[in-house]
């Protein structure tokens, strides 16, 4: 395969010369990587804990959606649809969520080592789970993470705007600030409580799935599929953003309007995804950036591409956390075992101001 040259405007071609765009959705690496979430769905369905074989598990699923009769114990539908289906869709849709918000934030800082916690999200969201386990238990710890995430993005948002501008840099600075302030606040929580509270609250922030249920998904799907669906319809417009701020004033666009609805799009979809599923580090820098590095740097392509290939990325993640050992791992420490050395061969091959 060949990879495009780089370009002028740091490798950001508002689309590679000479090859149309929709010959580009015509290309069978394109294709595979859109389809790949289908055939991962259904191995990760096969995949367990519970000694349900892979025909006994077709069975079930020919008997509920075709006239085939198989008779079966009750626990298999407990275990195919109540467990192993939540966590798969919820994993697709936390990957697909994470890499969509690495990928628009990459686009507007216009820099690879950009992650969707960049503003503070997910310390804002650890210090509203630990609050909702050790101080307020009635509080979900779902809705507590999810809420102050939101808080710990207006206050990056707030402290980076002055008067009707808000640079990159300020946004940067300011969400450093904010991860500083709710991770002090968290510090207090676990110095504060007991040693049990302590122990979810660790074990929240390690990313984990092993939780899932439909209640979760039901709950998370409409705010990704939102924050996603928004980037998406507008994804050509981060071309424009990745030029920077003075061209994409010259060619007449609201710079300002536009980045303020892709970090709201973006981290509203990340806070969700995060209210479910825990603090999954490094998916959101290392899944954007193999995409980029396969076919180019055309967000028109990167968005859809990091939704599918993102979703299957974490369910191809997560079968390794339940079923490679003995006992689950958090699949936070995988992704964040996986993306360490990819993050390494960033910073040594990137500018830190931007692309090379």
Not at 66 to 95: C, H, K, Q, W
Not at 244 to 255: F, L, R, T, Y
């Amino acid at each position: 395969m060949k990879f495009p040259e780089k370009e002028k405007n740091h490798g950001y071609p508002a689309c590679r010369p000479g090859i149309p765009f929709y010959l580009e959705w015509k290309k069978p690496a394109f294709i595979v990587f859109l389809l790949l979430p289908v055939p991962v769905f259904f191995v990760s369905i096969f995949l367990g804990t519970y000694p349900l074989s892979p025909l006994e598990l077709l069975k079930v699923l020919l008997s509920h959606i075709t006239a085939y009769e198989y008779s079966y114990p009750p626990i298999y539908d407990t275990v195919i649809f109540n467990s192993r289906f939540p966590r798969v869709l919820i994993a697709m849709m936390v990957g697909a969520a994470l890499s969509t918000s690495g990928a628009t934030f990459q686009g507007i800082f216009r820099n690879p080592l950009v992650s969707p916690y960049i503003l503070g999200l997910s310390s804002g969201a650890a210090f509203g789970a630990a609050l909702s386990i050790a101080v307020i238990p009635e509080l979900p710890a779902q809705i507590g993470a999810f809420i102050f995430s939101l808080v710990a993005l207006g206050f990056s948002y707030t402290m980076a705007r002055v008067g009707r501008q808000t640079s990159t840099v300020a946004l940067i600075l300011s969400g450093v600030i904010t991860s500083s302030v709710f991770g002090a606040l968290l510090s207090i929580i676990q110095y504060m409580t007991d040693e049990k509270a302590v122990q979810s609250i660790v074990y929240w922030t390690l990313g984990c799935l092993h939780t899932s249920c439909w209640s979760k998904f039901f709950d998370a799907f409409p705010l990704v599929l939102t924050g996603c669906l928004i980037i998406y319809l507008l994804r050509w417009k981060l071309n424009v953003l990745a030029l920077g701020e003075e061209e994409a004033k010259a060619v007449g666009m609201n710079v300002e309007l536009y980045k303020a609805i892709f970090i709201i799009a973006a981290s509203l979809a990340a806070s969700a995804a995060v209210a479910v599923a825990g603090i999954i580090g490094l998916l959101g820098l290392i899944v954007p950036h193999i995409l980029r590095m396969i076919f180019g740097p055309d967000h028109r392509k990167i968005i859809p591409l990091s939704i599918t290939f993102g979703a299957a990325f974490l369910a191809l993640v997560d079968d390794i956390a339940r079923s490679t050992f003995g006992f689950e791992i958090p699949v936070g420490i995988i992704t964040t075992l996986l993306g360490a050395p990819f993050f390494l061969y960033l910073l040594r091959t990137t500018k830190i101001g931007g692309w090379e």
